[in-house]
């Protein structure tokens, strides 16, 4: 019988690790996706003084947006913060992208990934732009946490050259940063 290679989550269990490549590539693409299409496809997007400026959807996410209110009426009172925000946002999309399909500081990059998809909620909850956005990020939350909690780039990723090298390390040496792993 052939031995499966397997990865050890962060729950103690064991998880086939070629299950773990095409979530991490999928997952990986649609971030590296969403900021290419802003920065490189169509950088009309963050343009304030543009049509396609990205921030000018914000006004279809008030209605609905819950605990997110604040932030959005700060932005849109304040035009002039979102070009840079969005910027931020859409280079995130490509770092976290970029590590996932590469497979290096995967669990971070899930980590990231997933607070990322949580932070777009009101897009979520509103679908303004189209009716599956809800679904989108939600899976890329459930995605990203499971990609973090499967070090699944320690297999079929960079983070297995660090994981031979250094061992299993936390962020920091702190009481509760050391659950949280690099790779």
């Known amino acids: 019988m052939e031995k499966t290679e397997t990865l050890k989550d962060s729950l103690g269990s064991y998880v086939p690790a070629a299950y773990m490549l ?20 169509a950088p009309q997007k963050v343009n304030p003084a543009s049509a396609s400026f990205v921030l000018g959807k914000f006004v ?44 290096l500081f995967t669990r971070l990059a899930g980590f990231g990934g997933a607070l990322m998809a949580a932070s777009l909620a009101p897009a979520f ?15 890329l939350v459930a995605g990203g946490v499971v990609l973090m909690l499967s070090a699944a780039g320690r297999r079929y990723g960079l983070d297995s050259y660090l994981y031979r090298r250094f061992g299993d390390r936390g962020v920091l040496n702190t009481k509760l940063l ?3 792993k690099l790779w």
């Open 22 to 41: 095409p979530l991490r590539i999928g997952v990986g693409w649609m971030w590296l996706d969403g900021g290419l299409r802003k920065l490189v496809l």
């Open 60 to 103: 279809t996410f008030l209605p609905h947006s819950g605990p997110f209110e604040g932030f959005l009426k700060f932005m849109l009172e304040n035009p002039s913060l979102g070009s840079p925000f969005l910027i931020v946002y859409s280079v995130l999309e490509l770092v976290v992208g970029t590590l996932l399909i590469i497979g």
């Open 125 to 139: 909850w509103l679908g303004s732009t189209c009716e599956d956005e809800w679904q989108i990020g939600s899976l």
């Open 178 to 180: 050391r659950h949280i």
